[in-house]
Each structure stands twice: as structure tokens, then as C-alpha cells.
């Protein structure tokens, strides 16, 4: 089985919202191996490539069908998309969507459809465009952690560009609020039961998907909402009322 890795943080192995993506992966690993299969890993830092935004010329479409006249790293990705099996796209969310270097690339995807126009079976958005290879077999997964005590209702724009993207209920997801606590080593503990059911998830998302027991445990708050607040709150040093950082004198 391969796995390609689309790490779209600047923070690239420090990145909280990849620590869920390895143990996701580790519950595939552990799955297949219980099968005895082999799993490659493939794992692009966006932060690390060289990817220059969409001109807008439709070179891909009309002058070199599928090949963009920009030469960049955005070749390697569309080949490591058509060679995986399960793509897993792990982000942190920047101000309700993925980093802008990350929508940089999922818009410079272009080469992979054709330009005409169908009708979208899934009852999201108003038309499409077919797609250049046979993606129908490929698995996608968005694994995410965000600043807010709960991920709920803040993945939104999120989960609406990739329903249009990929086609709705095309993919799953781990959304996770209170992402900085993974940073904090003295509550490993409780990050570490979160790693076990994110773990959990990725072995059954490879058996079938995730089950609705496991995503509930996805679901739950790392620690609860006033307890979060107030230490996310204390730890920029600023005074609530100015804005103004708080003088140690």
C-alpha cells in the first residue's frame, strides 16, 4: 500500500497536526502488517517545495494538455498522487481554511482534469470538470489540529472546499481542537490516549472507515473548554483588556 503525505504546515516536522498523521499512519501500518503487506510512505513539506501560483493561462488544458507551463515541484506532486493509494492531506488551520501554500498547490492541480463541463452527481456546487486519470480508487484523509478549544463547526470552508474538490463524503477526516497541547510535555499523558484513538482511526479507515464510536472519541475536548482558555489566554503575556504585552517590572 502507498500513502503520500501532503504536509501543508510551515512548522514542517514540528507540525502538531502531523503528530495525528503519523499515528494514523502507524494504525494502517499495524493493520496491513497484520496482513502481511507492505506500506510505503511518501511525504512532501509544502514548506520545502518550490510552488508558484496558478497564472490563470490554461496552458494545461489547451496548448500542453496536462502539462503546466510553470517547471516546479508541482510536477512530483501530481506524480506522487497518481502513484499513492491513500493520499492524506495533515494541515493546521489558518484562519478557517489550509495555509496559503497549501492552497497555492491544490490549485495548481489543474493539469489533472480536462476542461469540459458535466454535471455533478453528488448535489455539491452547480458543474465540474472531469477528471484526466482514473482518481476513483484513491482514499483521502485531512488530518487537522486548530488553536480553538474544539474543532466543531471551525472546519466548515474546509470540509466545502474539499466536498467540491474531491466529492462530498469522497474522504474522511480527524479534526482536533487545543492542537498546541501537543507541544506540552507535561500533559503527554492526555495527548498520548488522543494519539491511541487517532491511531485506532487509521486502522479502521484501512479495514473499511473510521466507526462512529471512534470519531466520537475524535470528537471529545483534550481538556475542557475554560481550563484551555484560560492557559491558551495566560500564555501570550498580554494583558486582556489593552492588547498590550504584560511588563515582568
Known amino acids: 500500500m502507498r500513502i503520500l503525505v501532503i504536509n501543508g504546515s510551515p512548522r514542517r516536522e514540528r507540525s502538531n497536526s502531523l503528530c495525528l498523521t503519523k499515528a494514523f499512519i502507524e494504525g494502517i501500518k499495524t493493520s496491513i502488517g497484520e496482513k502481511e503487506l507492505g506500506v510505503e510512505v ?9 510552488i508558484r501560483p496558478c497564472k490563470g493561462c490554461f496552458s494545461c488544458w489547451r496548448k500542453t494538455p496536462g502539462k503546466c507551463c510553470i517547471e516546479d515541484d508541482m510536477v ?4 506522487g498522487q497518481l502513484w499513492a493509494d ?5 494541515f493546521p488551520l489558518y484562519y478557517f481554511n489550509v495555509p496559503g501554500p497549501l492552497k497555492i498547490l491544490i490549485d495548481r492541480q489543474l493539469p489533472m482534469f480536462l476542461p469540459f463541463m458535466v454535471d455533478r452527481e453528488d ?3 452547480s458543474g465540474n470538470h472531469p477528471p484526466r486519470y482514473d482518481m476513483s480508487r484513491k482514499r483521502h484523509v485531512l488530518i487537522s489540529t486548530c488553536g480553538f478549544y474544539s474543532a466543531e463547526l471551525n472546519y466548515d470552508s474546509v470540509t466545502a472546499m474539499f466536498d467540491r474538490m474531491l466529492g462530498k463524503n469522497n474522504f474522511e477526516t480527524v479534526f482536533c481542537g487545543q492542537g498546541e497541547l501537543f507541544r506540552v510535555r507535561q500533559l503527554s499523558a492526555r ?3 488522543y494519539l491511541k484513538v487517532v491511531e485506532n482511526a487509521g486502522r479502521e479507515f484501512v479495514e473499511e472507515r473510521i466507526t462512529d464510536g471512534t470519531r466520537r472519541k475524535l470528537e471529545e475536548l483534550l481538556l475542557p473548554k475554560e481550563v484551555f482558555e484560560a492557559m491558551a489566554d495566560a500564555s501570550w503575556g498580554m494583558d486582556k483588556e489593552t492588547g498590550l504585552k504584560i511588563s515582568n517590572k
Open 191 to 193: 495527548t498520548g490516549e
Open 123 to 125: 448535489g455539491v456546487g
Open 42 to 50: 511518501k511525504q512532501f513539506n509544502v514548506a520545502d517545495l518550490e
Open 86 to 90: 491513500i493520499i492524506i492531506w495533515s
Open 76 to 79: 512530483k506532486v501530481i506524480e
